[in-house]
């Protein structure tokens, strides 16, 4: 619970805190291959994006300061790129990144150039982290904002979306 003060009572008010967005997914692969999944460029082209997106564009800097650069192309050919700048790089255990959405070349952009509300933030901050479950991994994502927003925005079914697809590129993976 978050708690205010209200100046007129001068006494503390519970007030329900705003749920976040999360995923968690158990995964069907070890956990350093899921990071790698998610930090190595021609890793991230074979999944990343909604269902029936491409990637054409992937470059990782995997370092605290790095960049996370990309671009994502709908079936109809509107390219949606995107940026993330890594804040935290603990392999194979968790990544934190801000995340916005960019220019082509990197610089960032007001999300309602790509169809987001105004109330869809400038930046996110994303945090993923990575739980060893021997030949299984526990993947959980917090994108930063609010499940309600997330929703509103069909943010939710983007990401799951996404992660049907990193199932789907573990599996292939998993088979060589």
């Known amino acids: 619970m978050k708690k205010r003060m ?3 009572e001068g006494s ?5 805190a705003e749920r976040q967005f999360t995923i968690t997914r158990v995964l069907s692969a070890p956990r350093a291959l ?3 999944a998610w930090t190595e460029a021609e890793r991230l082209m074979s999944w990343w994006g909604p269902k029936n997106f491409t990637v054409p564009y992937c470059k990782v800097d995997l370092r605290p300061g790095g960049v996370f650069h990309y671009c994502m192309r709908s079936p109809e050919g509107k390219d949606y790129w995107g940026r993330g700048v890594y804040r935290e790089v603990t392999e194979p255990e968790r990544l934190v990144y801000n995340d916005s959405f960019s220019d082509e070349k990197g610089g960032a952009v007001a999300p309602e150039k790509y ?3 105004p109330d869809w933030p400038a930046e996110t901050l994303l945090t993923v982290t990575f739980e060893d ?3 299984r991994t526990r993947m959980t ?3 930063g904002v609010s ?3 997330a929703k509103k925005q069909k943010a939710d079914q983007g990401w799951n979306q996404s992660l049907d697809r990193l199932e789907e590129y573990l599996a292939k993976e998993r088979v060589k």
């Open 6 to 8: 209200t100046a007129a």
């Open 133 to 135: 479950r021997g030949i």
């Open 141 to 143: 994502i917090n994108l």
């Open 115 to 117: 169809g987001m509300s």
């Open 147 to 149: 499940e309600e927003l």
């Open 34 to 36: 899921v990071f790698k």
């Open 12 to 16: 503390t008010v519970e007030r329900p």
